[in-house]
């Protein structure tokens, strides 16, 4: 079956620009995650949905960050006012109901902020 | 303050020999880890997990061990394959997966030279 899917999969913007990510997850999984990862670090937790709704926004690094998904599918990541430090690959995962352990990775966003 | 450590950036391993990755945490919470693969501009993909009430898991090649007490787990991988080389990543859960994100390593990049 179709797997995680994210778009776009390359994206430049100028600083201080907006952009939106998007992610399709697997069909049926109600559980999706946002995390990114700058260059030679591990990968940082951004904010999870159950459902439509967001528990635990506390990884979002500052409010130019915001996410929503609607539906129970597809969300979309945005970045108001991008800064270089933005610079990075963007991953969405989603995993079955009740169940965070094992998550499913789309090949990610790489976004680079000139 | 990193919780999940990969102190070890890389590693390179003959074809067919062992490799060992290894991974320190401090947060005694933690009762799940993951082992993650990744390949370049790929998302990672889960390979082995174990709970903390295992010292080990085993699933073909690859074999997770879990020192409580120390803190730490390994995943072995024997005989290794050219096919291994990737970014392995380490990933932990607390409270049952109901804190609904895992906590990464940096990672550490496997190479097996043929």
């Known amino acids: 079956g179709a797997g995680v899917s994210q778009s776009p999969s390359n994206k430049v913007t100028e600083k201080g620009k907006d952009v939106e990510l998007r992610c399709d997850p697997i069909?049926?999984?109600?559980?999706l995650y946002w995390y990114r990862q700058s260059l030679g670090q591990g990968l940082e937790f951004l904010i999870y949905?159950?459902?439509?709704?967001?528990?635990?926004k506390s990884g979002l690094p500052s409010d130019r960050f915001s996410a929503e998904r609607t539906g129970g599918s597809v969300s979309t990541l945005t970045i108001q006012r991008t800064q270089q430090e933005d610079s990075a690959v963007y991953l969405c995962?989603?995993?079955?109901?009740?169940?965070?352990?094992?998550?499913?990775f789309g090949p990610g966003t790489r976004l680079t902020v000139t | 303050d990193q919780q999940v450590k990969q102190n070890s950036p890389s590693l390179s391993v003959q074809e067919g020999r062992i490799s060992i990755l290894n991974c320190d945490y401090t947060?005694?919470?933690?009762?799940?880890f993951l082992w993650y693969k990744k390949y370049p501009a790929e998302g990672p993909t889960f390979l082995i997990s174990?709970?903390?009430?295992?010292d080990k898991n085993e699933d073909g090649r690859f074999t997770v061990f879990l020192n409580k007490s120390a803190k730490h787990l390994s995943l072995h991988i024997v005989p290794s394959q050219p096919g291994d080389s990737a970014v392995y990543f380490c990933?932990?859960?607390?409270?049952?997966?109901?804190?609904?994100?895992?906590?990464f390593g940096k990672g550490t990049k496997l190479s097996v030279k043929p």
């Open positions: 069909s049926g999984h109600t559980a």
């Open positions: 947060n005694s919470m933690f009762d799940y």
């Open positions: 949905f159950q459902g439509n709704s967001a528990p635990d």
């Open positions: 990933a932990a859960s607390a409270y049952g997966g109901s804190q609904g994100n895992l906590i």
């Open positions: 174990i709970s903390s009430i295992k």
């Open positions: 995962a989603s995993s079955p109901q009740y169940s965070s352990y094992e998550q499913y």
